[in-house]
């Protein structure tokens, strides 16, 4: 950076001070390194004591994870005995491996379901409790009631609910009408939708918050306006609520994709993958790798399958944040 | 004032950032159990495994009355129980992260590679001086025995062979005779469809399938059927032999209860645990499993003992065999000799002296009838068959396992021609052969030759790795 295209330095007391921090200053503007003794007068040391518990929390429960797996995925290692560098071994044989196309097919058809299902619902329901004239305190209590209830007691609950007998709970009540009963868990074609239906109902309460809050937001005189205009309820949220959420709409779609990509709880949960490996989604893959072998895991396989999802998921993201850019803004 | 207050946020800061450092690196030593430091004031203190997660009080309460009954025969040793289940996806972690207890449990199939791993302690010395060390059955130590034929796991707690155990009630519900269990595969089949008919929801029979035991269960199939899934040479190499008869047989069997007799009931995604549970709330009524099952399914499940029947495994084809296993107890390799020398006093105290001593026996079985908790389960024996018999003798008046309704099953239990657990990269064939049983279960047009072909090229290459 240079001298002219600096900014000029933030208000503060070493600035209001004379003497010293006027040579500091004229040492910043031309570029000469401040001193030890300068930075620690400006403040540059209590700063750094306030940010060593971040710095230290976040490199060893954090970075320091990410750099070991980054090694690992380079390693054949069992955690045992001493690692031996394999190069792009693991990588080749995740990459052979016949069961991670079908864990990345089952990944996306998640994803695809839990799109199609799980990112409208939250948006019609917010938009439906705000039309809302009373109780509305207690549409969003019920909402976000799947939220506060532990997951693997929500699985628990909904695995009963799924029992695919004629006296299961869902097949009584579907019983009731002339339909089913259904397989739900118990069939490969009927699983992974079983799945994303349970995912939907858990995590639908957290966007439809959100939205409610970015509801908050839209100014109340462009519906009047467009009410004026003679505008229904559907042209309201046509032309006036939907362009005004954009920008969150675009943030939590990214949020899901991310979210499904790395789905592991429910088919861990539900069915372990099944039938059939049915269920087996991406994160699931990585899991058996690590884990399966009572005898000591393949984490170099597991670290490489990791990194490569993340690349994945990175390079989606700055994809689709280019893209959006221009229309994220309203 | 300002400075003071900056010099008070300034400490607190600078205490949290220490005492942050401070916590990582205590809980990143492991001090607590992995170096091995095992003395507290002259106590050692042993964590040793109780009972399966979930267990009913009385169970509970009959451990804790072994647990005091050994401390006070052993003042110096403090004994820590700690709830156990070995899972193949939990065990791996749990040995590299040191948060097993110093006494674990492990199948006979894991025990030599451990061994090769480094992961056990040598055993051999403190296991020497156990009185009935040379008595026992030379097989069955073999299996925790190292390549230097030192003792790195010792057999405990039991050696079974699979058996079939069925629900007498559902039996008698479906006009089945509870006394005369099915004997062959066709009869248990016949007897399947009876139940399930018979009884809306109820599965007549069911296999696991998930967690590695859709493998397990499919290899017992196997071996009961003459087949073999895996055939090892001299020179240590081995080859997969999953497209043997006895598979195709034992899943052509299933697809046809599936298919055409709808038998199964409607889940099929079961394993060890939640098998045991749909058996006990009798949604289940014929399975396939260890014939020591009915301890867990008293201890975990509170199965209503008047319900239970165990009949030995049908036998078919040339050659046909049962399923034998079992559990050893072991140390993690990096455990002191004072550590050592608790353990086995407890190995010596809770697994074995029982079966080898007659005081022992009938102490043993006294604290376990007095909280209600099952004695004379059938297991196989450790040492010899006369050495069990006469086990049973000493202890015939507190047995209160519904023997009378094993029969079928201890009639035939030292004649029954035993098959070890294949020998090579067992439960990685196991996990892939999940899938196979699965689809069988789930899949109408699951072409059980190609399944077999393909389960059988991905064991192969798993075994080539070596």
Redesign the interface.
């Known amino acids: 950076m240079t001298a002219t295209t600096s900014p000029p330095p933030p208000p503060g007391p070493a600035h209001a001070r004379p003497g010293g921090t006027g040579s500091a200053h004229r040492a910043a503007r031309s570029g000469r390194p401040r001193s030890l003794a300068t930075w620690v007068r400006g403040g540059g040391l209590?700063t750094l004591?306030?940010l060593?518990?971040l710095i230290?929390?976040f490199g060893?429960f954090s970075w320091f994870p990410i750099v070991r797996a980054v090694i690992m995925s380079f390693q054949e290692t069992?955690?045992?005995?001493a690692p031996t560098f394999v190069g792009l071994d693991n990588f080749r044989q995740v990459l052979n491996d016949p069961i991670l196309w079908k864990a990345v097919r089952n990944t996306m058809y998640f994803a695809f379901l839990a799109l199609l299902f799980g990112y409208p619902i939250p948006l019609v329901a917010a938009v439906l409790m705000r039309e809302v004239r009373r109780a509305k305190g207690l549409y969003s209590a019920l909402a976000y009631l799947p939220v506060v209830v532990p997951p693997v007691v929500a699985v628990l609950l909904w695995k009963f609910f799924y029992?695919?007998?004629?006296?299961?709970v869902f097949n009584t009540m579907l019983g009731w009408v002339g339909l089913g009963?259904y397989?739900w868990?118990?069939?490969?074609s009927w699983a992974m939708p079983s799945l994303v239906l349970a995912a939907t109902w858990a995590g639908a309460g957290g966007t439809i918050i959100i939205y409610l809050a970015a509801l908050t937001s839209v100014p109340p005189e462009l519906y009047d306006a467009s009410e004026v205009d003679g505008a229904g309820l559907w042209r309201k949220i046509w032309h006036v609520t939907l362009p005004q959420l954009r920008g969150v709409l675009f943030i939590t779609l990214i949020l899901q994709v991310i979210g499904t990509a790395q789905v592991f709880l429910e088919p861990y949960l539900f069915?372990?993958g099944?039938?059939?490996?049915a269920t087996v989604t991406v994160l699931l893959l990585i899991y058996?790798y690590?884990?399966?072998?009572?005898?000591?895991?393949d984490y170099g396989a597991a670290t490489a399958l990791s990194l490569m999802l993340a690349a994945v998921l990175a390079v989606f993201s700055i994809l689709y944040f280019r893209l959006t850019r221009s229309w994220s803004t309203s | 004032m300002r400075s003071t207050r900056q010099a008070i946020a300034l400490t607190l800061a600078g205490a949290l950032a220490v005492s942050t450092l401070a916590a990582c690196s205590s809980s990143g030593s492991g001090d607590d159990d992995g170096d091995g430091g095992s003395t507290d004031g002259g106590k050692v203190t042993l964590k040793v495994v109780s009972l399966l997660p979930g267990s009913e009080q009385e169970a509970i309460d009959a451990f804790n009355a072994q647990v005091e009954e050994f401390e006070t025969a052993n003042p110096d040793i403090d004994i820590e129980p700690e709830e156990y289940e070995w899972k193949a996806t939990t065990f791996a972690a749990q040995l590299a992260g040191n948060t097993l207890p110093d006494v674990f449990e492990i199948p006979f199939t894991d025990a030599k590679t451990l061994v090769e791993n480094g992961q056990l302690a040598d055993l051999d010395a403190q296991f020497r001086e156990l009185p009935y060390a040379d008595k026992f059955n030379p097989a069955i130590i073999e299996a925790g025995t190292g390549p230097d034929g030192h003792v790195y796991a010792i057999p405990a707690k039991n050696v079974y062979g699979v058996g079939l155990h069925y629900n007498r009630d559902l039996f008698e519900a479906a006009g089945l005779d509870p006394d005369d269990p099915p004997t062959t595969w066709d009869e248990v089949r016949e007897d399947a469809k009876t139940i399930s008919d018979a009884n809306e929801g109820v599965a007549g029979y069911m296999q696991m399938s998930q967690n590695n035991t859709g493998g397990w269960q499919l290899t017992v199939n196997t071996f009961a059927r003459g087949g073999r899934t895996q055939e090892v040479a001299d020179d240590g190499s081995a080859t997969s032999t999953l497209s043997n008869e006895g598979t195709k047989d034992a899943l052509e069997w299933l697809q046809a209860m599936r298919w055409e007799d709808n038998s199964l009931g409607s889940n099929f995604l079961l394993d060890w645990g939640t098998i045991n549970q749909a058996f006990a709330a009798g949604q289940v009524a014929m399975y396939t499993s260890g014939s020591d099952v009915y301890t867990a399914l008293v201890q975990t499940n509170a199965i209503d003992p008047e319900m239970y029947g165990l009949a030995a495994l049908p036998l078919e084809g040339d050659d046909a065999g049962v399923l034998t296993g079992g559990t050893l107890a072991a140390m993690p390799a990096d455990v002191d000799d004072a550590k050592k020398e608790a353990a086995m006093k407890w190995i010596d105290f809770f697994y074995l002296g029982k079966l080898v001593d007659e005081d022992r026996a009938v102490a043993d079985a006294e604290t376990l009838v007095a909280n209600d908790q099952p004695v004379g389960t059938p297991v196989l024996p450790m040492f010899s068959q006369e050495q069990y018999e006469q086990n049973q003798e000493w202890i015939a008046d507190q047995i209160n396992v519904p023997l009378d309704q094993m029969t079928s099953y201890t009639d035939t239990m030292f004649d029954l021609p035993l098959v070890g657990e294949p020998s090579q990269k067992t439960q990685e064939i196991y996990a892939l052969l999940d899938p196979v049983v699965q689809a069988v279960l789930t899949d109408e047009n699951a072409d059980i030759d190609a399944l077999l072909e393909d389960a059988d090229a991905q064991a192969q290459a798993l075994l080539d790795q070596g």
Request: aromatic share 6%; net charge neutral.
């Open positions: 209590s004591v306030f060593l518990p230290v929390i060893l069992n955690l045992v005995t029992n695919a007998s004629p006296t299961g009963p397989p868990l118990q069939d490969a069915t372990g099944g039938p059939n490996n058996r690590a884990f399966q072998n009572s005898l000591g895991g």
